[in-house]
């Protein structure tokens, strides 16, 4: 199970990546690959071949990955497995294994997608979908492609916490204890400010107001530091959690199938919140570059977006029809009216890079 660690460089990570740093040049014989000037049918024959593919941070239950590696070992016989680790540790693991390389292909929160690129530990591959993939969601020569969005919502356990929250208003009006995750190394618990932030007057380029509302919670004894992981939602230990909407509707979901006693209700803040992408990255040193491309092929196909929707994500292609059921598994449009993509990503990859440390300074300083 990931553990909803997709996250930026904290201190400690960005030191192993710098001290791992590379160039391309220094690769093995795969990293010099010039997937784009392979047509789609090439790279499917060279796929077949290899056979196999190693991926990082794409575990079965996370966005529904798991029906789409089956639907790859079905159509073309490549397996596949998976090791889940956060983004800053897949961007580590490539540059440290560039001598001796075993993985392939990541998911990376979409800001990591830059790092990526310059840390110089991807392989650039378009895809026969390039067209339909909006300029801020993809690099220029194809180093990082956004698959999918999530927008920062609330998950509420309804027996523990009788209203759920549907702005952050109302959380800082309540009584009940907030998960949030590692804001040094997860993405989503750094997107969780963010939308804190927007909601109270800030932006990407202003985080104060989201701190100030966790330093509020912190004070009041209020901020739970715990891991945000399903088996703690399972065990009823997280009251009421901030989570991609995927995230929180994936679990709710599963927890409720398997525990009829179980009850969770997932809000989109009305006042302001985030939403964002998902990345994948093809590892400059991959054993298996054309299967790892084949893979962000299907990823970014008919079948493979609405197996992500499958997974409660929203498709980056909005051409994609996504039948009935799967269309139900989602929250309403409406409800996304307050949502806001990040617009100034440098000032954002400044401020999420220095948030860990305001974050120790100025919010785990006031928990009670």
Not at 329 to 346: G, S
């Amino acid at each position: 199970m990931k553990h909803l660690k997709k996250g930026l460089v904290s201190t400690i990570l960005a030191g192993a990546l710098l001290a791992g740093c590379g160039t391309k040049g220094e690769a093995t014989e795969t990293s010099v690959v010039d997937l784009n000037a392979l047509t789609t049918e090439e790279i499917e024959t060279k796929a077949k071949e290899e056979g196999k593919l190693q991926s990082v941070g794409m575990p079965d239950t996370w966005a529904n990955w798991g029906e789409t590696w089956s639907e790859i070992e079905k159509n073309y016989g490549i397996t596949q497995s998976d090791t889940d680790m956060s983004s800053a540790e897949e961007i580590a693991l490539f540059e440290a294994e560039k001598n001796n390389p075993t993985k392939d292909i990541g998911d990376v929160g979409q800001s990591f997608g830059p790092i990526a690129e310059d840390k110089g530990v991807t392989i650039p591959y378009k895809t026969s979908y390039w067209d339909e993939i909006p300029e801020w969601a993809k690099d220029d020569d194809g180093d990082w492609v956004v698959g999918y969005t999530g927008t920062i919502s609330f998950i509420t356990n309804t027996n523990a916490v009788a209203e759920a929250p549907t702005s952050f208003s109302d959380v800082l009006e309540g009584d009940y204890k907030v998960s949030i995750g590692d804001v040094n190394a997860a993405t989503q618990a750094q997107n969780a400010v963010l939308a804190a932030a927007i909601a109270n007057g800030g932006d990407e380029t202003n985080l104060e107001p989201g701190i100030a509302f966790f330093a509020e919670l912190a004070s009041q004894g209020r901020l739970d530091m715990g891991d945000t992981d399903l088996a703690r939602l399972e065990a009823g230990e997280i009251e009421v959690g901030i989570y991609w909407d995927f995230n929180a509707l994936n679990y709710a979901d599963s927890i409720e199938s398997s525990n009829p006693d179980a009850a969770f209700a997932v809000t989109i803040p009305q006042d302001g919140t985030v939403q964002s992408g998902y990345a994948t990255i093809i590892n400059a040193y991959a054993p298996n570059p054309h299967a790892a491309a084949l893979a962000r092929e299907y990823i970014l196909s008919d079948e493979g977006q609405i197996n992500l929707a499958k997974g409660y994500a929203r498709p980056i292609r909005e051409s994609v029809e996504l039948p009935a059921d799967v269309q139900e598994k989602l929250i309403a449009a409406d409800q996304y009216e307050a949502a806001q993509p990040i617009e100034d990503t440098a000032a954002w990859d400044k401020a999420a890079a220095g948030l860990g440390q305001t974050w120790q300074e100025e919010v785990l300083t006031k928990i009670n």
